[in-house]
């Protein structure tokens, strides 16, 4: 007993090490003065200052932060609106190809998605003269698309695991179907909500595949651009843009733990 | 009575409404790209090139004037290339799936059996990579794997070796990529199945004689095959279609699919030829993917 729990640690603590010590290297390595990049030369913030000199890499943050803003608000909404429906419309016609619809963008490869929504806003801007160019619009498009599909999932089940019969109620008492969304369902749902605006937030500006296909000239992510600049190799601006996001990113999920630690304790404790 | 009547009915007008609106961005930002991608995958390379602007003139002068071509699959089945690519995307795909449950299992398991508070510290340790870029991370392993870079110089150290070793721009190092990505993906699914796992069953194997290891393969392995399917899937799925790994960390001779598509498609430019490409590839995810769907539906239904 006591040799095989010695190999699960073992095995654990492994895990734990593949997972951290790459960005552990690389938080270490930003603060390296030597421009190649593994040779320790001393401890410096030259990549940091370079970081703040460069209008691409701030321009292209600012512009990705846009996007993400607005596709993880817009996912939300029709995230919330789909997976609502899914729980407590029942049958519905064309339930099933709703359902398939809402799911495969969770599953679908990244590149195919990208390759085919190009093909239709080639499409649209022949037919109907929109989107005249790509750029902005057309990844913000993209991103709305494939995100809602998280948010609809983490609406859902929050949503079939709610009592019901606070909504019920009030519907009983006359409440009309919008008031009774707006002041019964929201509220109660706004965890999901929240967490699935966040997961939709990171996805867009996570995403390097689909915008490089959906983007015109003139619209470069801020991933887009990583992308661009990593593909010959380490670059040190990158590992100091990288620490700043890693440390941020941190931060926000610890914060994010610790405040939902307690309400998720005492939801576990209460009856089933 | 008729009011509750009245009050269904007004309810199932609105939810009717909401779901509408997804519903219309689905059909045509889902959908509809899906039916322009197989149709273009029926178009003539020769007449679709330059990219695929005849298709639009075709489709103008009325569906029977388009001219339908299976050209593109013939091409790729008689190319041998591509049965190659898929094969090699599948592999690699397979056999980074088993080296993420073969370290994921382990990991889910201990997480699973430690007390609560620690329980969550662990969680959270798994989570969070998730949340940091994709691309960041896959990325610092460039400086991990380099001929000069980490963990050569760290060896060369140790006096282990004497040569840098090649660690970087190969197979090896997209099996590490593809495992080091998906694996909280591999490990959240199995811990929310093994954390349920009613532990009287092994509690009464024990009390029975059986040791240890067979109270682990008579009941907690044959009990966590649900989670061990869409953990897999999680997986297996994603890393087919992978393009920045192999485009990262892969060599010019590691074949995916993804990176080929890609190439296809803003290299070669042959439009119809990509849209096969990826057609074929959806294909042969279907299994797979309405597998996960069934495996889903019934963890839905499950919770309800």
């Known amino acids: 007993m006591k040799q095989r729990s010695t190999v699960l640690l073992t095995v654990t603590a492994f895990g734990y090490a593949f997972l951290y010590l790459p960005i552990v290297s690389v938080i270490f390595y930003s603060f390296n003065d030597s421009r190649l990049v593994t040779l320790w030369g001393g401890f410096s913030l030259r990549w940091y200052r370079s970081l703040l000199d460069s209008p691409d890499i701030l321009s292209s943050a600012v512009l990705s932060l846009q996007i993400a803003v607005v596709s993880a608000t817009l996912a939300t909404i029709l995230g919330t609106l789909a997976g609502l429906a899914l729980s407590r419309l029942g049958r519905f016609r064309g339930r099933t190809l709703f359902t398939g619809m809402i799911t495969a963008p969770l599953v679908m490869p990244e590149i195919i998605t990208g390759i085919s929504l190009l093909f239709l806003f080639i499409s649209l801007a022949e037919w109907i003269g929109w989107p005249a160019a790509r750029g902005a619009t057309t990844i913000t498009i993209a991103h709305i698309t494939f995100s809602m599909a998280y948010v609809a999932v983490v609406v859902r089940a929050r949503l079939s695991g709610m009592d019901q019969s606070l909504e019920e109620a009030a519907m009983d008492l006359g409440g009309r179907p919008l008031r009774v969304f707006f002041d019964i369902t929201v509220p109660s749902i706004a965890p999901a909500m929240i967490s699935g605006w966040l997961l939709a937030f990171t996805l867009s500006l996570d995403d390097v595949v689909i915008a490089s296909f959906v983007s015109g000239p003139g619209a470069t992510t801020l991933p887009m651009l990583i992308f661009s600049k990593v593909k010959l190799g380490v670059s040190p601006d990158i590992n100091a843009l990288a620490t700043v996001i890693i440390l941020l990113v941190s931060a926000g999920v610890i914060t994010a733990a610790v405040l939902t630690r307690p309400r998720a304790e005492s939801r576990s404790q209460s009856p089933q | ?304």
Not at chain 2, 53 to 65: C, M, N
Not at chain 2, 173 to 181: H, N, P
Not at chain 2, 222 to 243: D, H, K, M, N
């Open chain 2, 1 to 304: 009575m008729i009011s509750s009547f009245k009050r269904g009915d007004g309810r199932r007008q609105w939810l009717r409404a909401a779901v509408a609106v997804p519903y219309l961005w689905l059909l045509l930002f889902f959908l509809a790209p899906f039916a322009i991608i197989i149709k273009i995958s029926l178009a003539d390379p020769l007449l679709a090139l330059p990219p695929f602007t005849p298709l639009f003139d075709w489709a103008a002068a009325g569906w029977q004037k388009i001219q339908v071509t299976v050209d593109n699959y013939l091409f790729l089945f008689q190319d041998g290339y591509y049965a190659i690519i898929y094969l090699s995307s599948v592999k690699l795909a397979a056999i980074s799936t088993l080296l993420c449950l073969l370290l994921g299992y382990p990991m889910a398991y201990y997480i699973a059996r430690q007390p609560q508070r620690r329980r969550n510290l662990l969680l959270l340790g798994i989570i969070l990579p998730f949340w940091i870029s994709f691309l960041l991370r896959v990325y610092a392993w460039i400086g991990l794997l380099n001929t000069h870079g980490v963990i050569n110089n760290f060896l060369l150290w140790l006096g282990l070796i004497d040569q840098p070793l090649t660690l970087i721009y190969n197979d090896f190092a997209v099996y590490l990529g593809i495992v080091y990505s998906y694996l909280p993906f591999m490990v959240l699914p199995l811990y929310a199945n093994l954390e349920k796992q009613n532990l009287d069953l092994q509690d009464a194997a024990a009390d029975l004689g059986a040791r240890r290891w067979q109270t682990f393969l008579d009941i907690t392995l044959p009990l966590s095959r649900p989670g061990i399917i869409a953990g897999c899937l999680l997986v297996f799925i994603p890393a087919i279609g992978e393009f920045i790994i192999p485009a990262l960390l892969g060599g010019s001779d590691t074949l995916m699919i993804g990176r080929v598509l890609w190439d296809e498609f803003f290299i070669n430019r042959d439009w119809p030829v990509a849209s096969a490409v990826s057609v074929v590839l959806l294909l042969i995810l279907v299994v797979p993917m309405m597998w996960f769907q069934r495996v889903q539906s019934r963890v839905d239904g499950g919770a309800a």
